[in-house]
């Protein structure tokens, strides 16, 4: 079974709108974190925002909020008033647990492609 | 130089070279990664270095060898490579912590071709 779901392959968004990616994740671990990363066509995988599994808030940071709906194991990503800049795939990712190897592996989904129309 | 930097940007390389791929962290962190990103399939993580020390190898093939020789500089150096490992490599750093988790800094990657 997949860890990381991110059932759309491309989203698109009207400049200004707010637009939602979906993510749903699959763990046993009661301890781990998720991310979210930007991907230009550039290359670079650009870290967005993060929140850990005993956060009782969601996660903002400026025009990035994440809908943490942890009974449903979802954590989507809403960007707001989005900008022709913010095309780009978006990924989301997962680590789980504090000990052992897998403390250091970050689990990614396939991706979003997001895109801005002016 | 900020971040996370490698070098090269692009390569090409025939099935017989050796070459190698440089990355370098300017953030102060304690660990850093390998991950390979082929088309259409999600981040694979390679390797993992913490305190210098390689803590994860994915099942990677020993055609790949990474080599840390201090907590900034990360190598991986390539020898007999096949086409299907043509794929954009990319190197990561963190802080490593058993407390919390500490997102990961991405450089701009090295596109890898193999002829």
């Known amino acids: 079974a997949q860890k990381i779901t991110q059932t759309q392959p491309g989203m698109f968004v009207q400049e200004k709108e707010a637009v939602t990616l979906d993510c749903t994740y699959d763990?046993?671990?009661?301890?781990?974190?998720l991310f979210w990363y930007k991907q230009p066509s550039s290359g670079e995988m650009i870290f967005l925002i993060y929140?850990?599994?005993?956060?009782?808030q969601n996660a903002t940071e400026g025009r990035y909020s994440l809908n943490f709906q942890k009974a449903r194991k979802s954590a989507n990503l809403v960007i707001s008033a989005s900008q022709l800049g913010d095309s780009a795939m978006y990924f989301c990712?997962?680590?789980?647990?504090?000990?052992?190897?897998?403390?250091?592996?970050?689990?990614f989904g396939k991706g979003t492609l997001l895109t801005v129309n002016p | 130089e900020t971040g996370v930097t490698q070098t090269p940007r692009h390569l090409v390389m025939g099935m017989t070279n050796k070459k190698s791929l440089k990355c370098e962290q300017h953030?102060?962190?304690?660990?850093m990664y390998w991950y390979k990103q082929s088309a259409k399939k999600p981040l694979e993580l390679m390797f993992v270095?913490?305190?210098?020390?390689?803590?994860e190898n994915n099942s990677v093939p020993s055609r790949f060898s990474p080599e840390c020789p201090n907590s900034s500089h990360l190598f991986l150096h390539l020898h007999t490579l096949q086409p299907e490992d043509s794929a954009l490599y990319l190197c990561?750093?963190?802080?490593?912590?058993?407390?919390?988790?500490?997102?990961?800094?991405f450089g701009p990657g090295t596109r890898l071709t193999v002829t």
């Open positions: 990561a750093s963190s802080q490593v912590g058993f407390d919390t988790f500490y997102e990961q800094y």
């Open positions: 763990t046993s671990d009661p301890s781990y974190g």
């Open positions: 929140q850990g599994s005993y956060d009782q």
């Open positions: 990712a997962m680590r789980e647990g504090f000990s052992g190897g897998s403390n250091y592996k970050l689990t």
């Open positions: 953030l102060g962190h304690n660990a």
């Open positions: 270095y913490s305190l210098e020390e390689r803590v």
